[in-house]
């Protein structure tokens, strides 16, 4: 027998499963703490996955995905939760994939953030990027800064989203949310138009060519707060990734720009927690300093890792060294920390230490 869609997804829910995903000739399947699990249920058929797209799309939302192929949204679960939806075809029939998002929006220090964090998310004017592959929560830590900022200052957030996913409320700041596709047409026409909207924070959902990504930097030139995400892992590479979509001969004029505008970068993965019960996040964090701004002008971009190594005293840490970090405090196993380095051979060189020390070993 086939769930209704909103049991399945107070089962994700009730589950702390990520994602759900509905597919043809597959009983539904949970993704719980990066792990996927089908359920005990009937496999699906072209018909049932019609009906669950149904169930949570409206008529204009189903004729763009047939026209397009797929479809990017937001729904809310009364009394179960919020989230993000993908639509999309295979093989002729619907699936689906459900990210689920906090019901209500954590604060810093519940997501156990570092200090330098809410430090951070105290910069008036600039470009701060979080970064991470899929899943690696950045839309949360983004939510979770914005948030900060809504009950700090008077002011107007502006969102850009496709589609929006956490819901702000009023607070000391307007906030407006735009969702494109429904109150834009593009990210670059509501970019462009954000600038006379008189917004004293911006909110790119994700930035995805070379206009949004010029428009952005220019906004954070000229006294915006701007903030927007990357599917890139690590600072130096976030840089070489925003340079890189331009062609040669604008990438130093970019360069410039970036190495004034770009405030700080946080590139997180979510690691699984050594008791099974869920995720930790491991950050990388680089605060710009005139040094790391040189380097960025100057192409040093293999250069800004030593930098963030030597920062340590103002909140500056590789993505290994917070790695280290929860092994020291014995919240991931050996295996995982190998997983999700990038220094493999460090890594290793980290791990015998810790052995050395008699570090509990019982998860490897």
Known sequence: MVIELN????????????????????????????????????????????????????????????????????????????????????????????RA?????????????????KQISEIKEGLILVTGPTGSGKSTTVASIINEINSSIDGHILTLEDPVEYVFNHDKCIVNQ??????SKTYNNALRAALREDPDVIFIGEMRDQESISIAVTAAETGHLVLSTLHTLGAAKTIDRMIDVFPPHQQQQIRVQVSTALKAVISQRLIPDKTGKGRVAALEIMVVTPAISNQIREGKSTAINSSIQMGGT????????????????DRISFEDALEFCVDKDGMHKTIETFKNRGLSMSSV
Do not use: W
């Open 178 to 183: 735009r969702e494109i596709g429904h109150d």
């Open 314 to 329: 103002i909140g500056m840490q590789l993505l290994d060294k917070s790695i280290a970090d929860l092994l020291a405090q």
């Open 101 to 117: 998002l906090a019901s209500k929006i954590p604060s810093l220090s519940a997501l156990n953030l570092p200090p330098v964090v």
């Open 7 to 98: 049991q399945l997804l107070k089962m994700a829910v009730d589950s702390k499963a990520s994602d759900v995903h509905i597919t043809a000739g597959r009983a539904p399947s949970f993704r719980i703490n990066g792990h996927m699990k089908q359920i005990d249920s009937d496999k699906l058929t072209f018909e049932d996955t019609m009906q669950y797209a149904k169930a949570c799309m409206d008529k204009e939302k189903m004729e763009h995905l047939t026209s397009v192929g797929e479809a990017d949204f937001s729904i809310t679960v009364p009394d179960v939760s919020r989230f993000r939806v993908n639509a999309f075809f295979q093989r002729g029939s619907i699936a689906l994939v459900f």
